[in-house]
């Protein structure tokens, strides 16, 4: 029995009351109703939002507006021109409301204690860098507070909530309430007005990132728009003409064509083997259009062709570019979903009105995968442009492009010109590259600047030509090697 009461002693099962328990007890007691005390002192968003009000909370109902993730930029432009009218807003901050599951006006001005006690509560301020603009520009955007405005029948408030993938929130919200109600209703399509209106995507190049999420938490990336000349552009006459009359011509007479009732809805097509030059084509179409929202798709961002249709619909003149078109002419399932990516862009492209001014560019280097969808679908694409490989006329207009600004001899040009039959432009470009490799290994640095003579030209052509270099002509697109031009 000794043994048994040791052992309970050293365990910590006796029951019997000690005087250190009575202590430990009355810190409890002391500490539990100091936090009370101090928890009823703290401002609670119900007790700051029925003041700011002034009217009973339980009465007024709730406007909700919601927008998608790379829309918050636009949301906080719009609550900018709102705040800044009203003059005497307050912005009040949260803490706690990460982690917390969904909540919204309705909780937070809920009689609930223990939303008072354990949910969001006001705290500092938190704001976001979010790009609004090509160059690095940014804008604060709020990520969770609220926001007070007005006084007397115009008072209202609002709760902002950013996206927050840890909370699991992947939308833009703000509510609304107001002492009148009709004041929230008005206030939320003011914003959604506003945000449109200051878009900053407008007339701008963007794409989604590749990581869904872009950068600095936006979904969006803003891209520099190329500027380039006809010069700059090396087609055969007939192929430019075509190119820039479907994109550019209707974009520069939307007007008189819709006044016409001509539609200018219109999708185009550019095809032809790798390295031919059908993306230096479309930088050079978006050269052009300096006053079009442009939205670029490829690779991985290749799903996100409805978001993509959303922001051409709301800001056009508009322009989607899909590279690599073939790519999402695959099997039923292999992004996922019921359906085929290409035939969700086919519908999305059938889906716009037919005055609404979007073009929609493809490129493919596989246009017999993408032919029976099309043609089983007319209408979709109004322009198939092929783009082969350089003639011997564009094949000198090409070499003096890439040349830029480098010292070089082209006395001999022709017999190079002879020997690149069936080249593509990504070929030459290697070409002048590797013929300035030869010559500054040949010259001394001492000796000035950098010339390649024809021997240089003629030794970087005989090195990319060799049996050697037979897959390197195949990664260039090179159309003399069996299949190349049309892997």
């Not at 407008?202 to 869904?212: L, P, T």
């Not at 430019?240 to 209707?250: E, I, M």
């Not at 006329?393 to 070089?408: F, K």
Request: proline fraction near 5%; charged fraction near 25%; glycine fraction near 10%.
């Amino acid at each position: 029995m000794a043994f048994t009461a040791t052992s309970q002693a050293a365990s910590g099962d006796d029951d019997t009351p000690r005087l250190s328990d009575i202590g430990r007890y009355g810190r409890f007691l002391v500490r539990s109703m100091s936090q009370r005390a101090r928890a009823a002192d703290q401002p609670t968003f119900r007790a700051l939002i029925a003041e700011h009000l002034g009217a009973p909370l339980h009465e007024l109902p709730v406007v909700r507006e919601q927008w998608a993730s790379y829309e918050q930029v636009n949301v906080q432009g719009a609550l900018d021109v709102v705040l800044a009218e009203d003059g005497g807003a307050q912005v009040v901050g949260m803490t706690g409301h990460r982690h917390h599951g969904p909540f919204g006006l309705a909780e937070l001005i809920g009689d609930d204690p223990r939303q008072a006690q354990y949910g969001p509560r006001p705290g500092n301020v938190t704001r976001t860098a979010l790009p609004s603009g090509p160059g690095g520009a940014t804008r604060e955007c709020l990520q969770a507070a609220v926001v007070l405005l007005g006084s007397g029948t115009t008072a209202c408030a609002l709760l902002v909530l950013g996206p927050d993938d840890e909370s699991g929130r992947h939308q833009v919200a703000v509510e609304l309430i107001a002492a009148d109600p009709a004041r929230a209703e008005a206030l939320g399509r003011r914003l959604r007005d506003e945000a449109l209106a200051r878009n900053v995507y407008r007339g701008q190049v963007v794409s989604f990132g590749a990581s869904m999420f872009g950068e600095r938490g936006s979904l969006l990336r803003f891209h520099e728009r190329p500027a380039m000349t006809p010069e700059d552009l090396v087609l055969p006459p007939t192929t430019f003409a075509d190119l820039r009359r479907q994109v550019v011509g209707v974009a520069r007479n939307s007007a008189r064509l819709r006044a016409a009732g001509q539609h200018l809805k219109r999708g185009l097509l550019v095809y032809g083997p790798p390295g031919v030059g059908k993306t230096h084509s479309v930088r050079y179409l978006i050269s052009e259009l300096t006053d079009t929202t442009v939205v670029e798709l490829t690779g991985d961002t290749l799903p996100a062709i409805r978001e993509a249709c959303s922001i051409a619909r709301a800001l056009q003149p508009s322009m989607i570019v899909v590279e690599d078109v073939d790519l999402i002419a695959e099997e039923r399932g292999h992004y996922g979903g019921e359906s085929p990516l290409l035939f969700t862009l086919l519908n999305e492209m059938d889906g716009l009105d037919e005055d609404a001014d979007v073009v929609f560019l493809l490129t493919t280097n596989r246009a017999d995968l993408l032919e029976p969808a099309l043609a089983s679908r007319p209408g979709r694409v109004d322009q198939a442009v092929r783009i082969d490989l350089p003639d011997r006329e564009s094949r000198r207009r090409l070499v003096e492009l890439y040349r830029g600004a480098l010292d070089v001899d082209l006395s001999r040009l022709d017999d190079v010109l002879d020997r690149t039959d069936q080249v593509t432009a990504s070929f030459l470009k290697e070409l002048l590259r590797r013929a300035a490799v030869v010559a500054a290994e040949r010259i001394p640095a001492d000796e000035g600047a950098l010339r390649v003579d024809a021997d240089d030209l003629d030794a970087a052509l005989d090195d990319l030509l060799d049996t050697r270099n037979q897959m390197t002509r195949a990664v260039l697109g090179y159309g003399g090697e069996a299949g190349a031009a049309d892997s």
